[in-house]
Each structure stands twice: as structure tokens, then as C-alpha cells.
């Protein structure tokens, strides 16, 4: 079976980078990270390079995408991660079709499609939602809009958590739907019923489609100094 070849594309702080790195080092998916892409200097790329991994920023416009299909077909990319925060094109898209390309968003879409970073969190907060958590979706020309493979979501409770344990809330349930849509991809088996997790710290998230949820993902410690 060909190990599949991930290409990151990113804007900023890494976290799902080094989640995703931490994924391939455990087990949990079966592949190797080959490439990260930068639109802009950012502590993603910094850390990519300092781990060894092919790491370039680009200049990437959809009326400029050359460089961006350069790269992604030299790394020979089969799954790409966009968090990247511009929109790729539809002939980007539809040249390396034969690739799987994801997108990780923090809302629970459709809520708040076309929203970027922590900006639907803050958005949800001002109407008050009860739920949130964060969507992984194979990306299509229209924003936010391809078919969705997995979401974590979690019960809010805006009186008594911090927004930094919102932050960190919406994270962990976006690790974990971007585990179970690769888990999908490889071909693993989903479980019937929603899985639920709850950490040493209080957290409980559900995830809703998924394969069976790996110990590692259950523990505390899986998750600090990411």
C-alpha cells in the first residue's frame, strides 16, 4: 500500500501542523508529513524547518497560483491540509483532483462558513451558543462548503469557562475531527455511535462520524506542549 504523502499548507501558530506530526509519530494514521507551505513568515513554517521537513513560504493569489501547483507537484502531494488562510483556486483544485484536500474550520458548519481563525468562536460567544466545536471537510470551490467527514462539539458555558479554555476546547475537538476525517480517508472503520471523551481537566467533546478513538486521544498528557 503507497504511505501517503501529507502536504500542510499554512498561515500561522502550527498547532494542527504539530497535532498532525504527533498523529504520524504515534501511529494513529499511517503516512509521512513531505512539505509545508507558507503564504507568510509565521512560527509554523520556523518549526517545520527546524524539524527538518521540506519547508517554503510562497506567494500564493488565485491569480498567482503557480508557485503554490509547483511545489505540490514536486512534493507529490495526495492529501493536502489547507489552513491556510487564503482560498484556493478551482483550477488548483481541480489540476491535483486526484488528491484528497482538507480544511479544518472552527465552527460547527454550516454556522459561520467564510469565517476565519478564532473569529466564529468570538461570534458564537456574542449570540450566546450553547454547542460549538470544529468541522474537517474536503474542500471544494465554493467556501466551506465541501462534504463533511467529521465535527467535535462541546457544550459551551460562556459564565463559567475562560476564553482561553474555549481556545483550548475548540482545539482538542478540532484535533480530533481532523484524526477521524484522515482515519476516514485511510479506510478505517467508523463506529455506529458518537464518541465521547472527557479528560482529567473536565473537558468532554463528541465526535460524530469516527473510527474507534485510540487511547493515546484520551489521555491528558497526548495533549500538552502541542
Known amino acids: ?87 484556493i483556486d478551482a483550477q488548483t483544485l481541480a489540476q491535483f483532483s486526484e488528491a484528497h484536500w482538507l480544511n479544518l474550520h472552527y465552527s460547527i458548519l454550516p454556522a459561520f462558513a467564510g469565517l476565519i481563525g478564532l473569529a466564529p468562536l468570538e461570534a458564537a460567544q456574542k449570540q450566546r451558543l450553547p454547542f460549538f466545536g470544529a468541522t474537517a471537510h474536503l474542500v471544494e470551490e465554493q467556501l466551506d462548503a465541501g462534504p463533511i467527514l467529521a465535527q467535535g462539539i462541546f457544550a459551551t458555558a460562556w459564565q463559567k469557562k475562560t476564553k482561553k479554555a474555549h481556545i483550548e476546547q475548540t482545539f482538542r475537538a478540532g484535533g480530533l475531527a481532523l484524526w477521524a476525517a484522515l482515519a476516514q480517508l485511510e479506510g478505517q472503520e467508523l463506529a455506529e455511535q458518537p464518541a465521547a471523551i472527557q479528560w482529567e481537566n473536565g473537558q468532554r467533546i463528541c465526535l460524530h462520524p469516527s473510527p474507534k478513538i485510540p487511547e493515546q486521544l484520551q489521555q491528558e498528557t497526548f495533549w500538552q506542549n502541542i
Not at 518549526?47 to 527538518?52: D, I, L, T
Request: charged residues 20%; glycine residues 10%; proline residues 3%.
Open 1 to 87: 500500500m503507497k504511505t501517503r504523502r501529507y502536504v500542510f499548507l499554512v498561515s500561522g501558530g502550527g498547532g494542527n501542523l504539530r497535532l498532525l506530526a504527533k498523529f504520524l509519530a504515534f501511529g494513529l494514521l499511517d503516512g509521512e508529513l513531505v512539505g509545508v507551505l507558507a503564504d507568510r513568515p509565521c512560527p509554523a513554517l520556523s518549526w517545520a524547518q527546524e524539524k527538518g521537513i521540506f519547508a517554503q513560504q510562497m506567494s500564493y493569489r488565485q491569480s498567482q497560483p503557480e508557485e503554490l501547483r509547483r511545489y505540490l507537484a514536486q512534493l507529490q502531494a495526495d492529501l493536502i491540509i489547507t489552513n491556510i488562510h487564503k482560498i
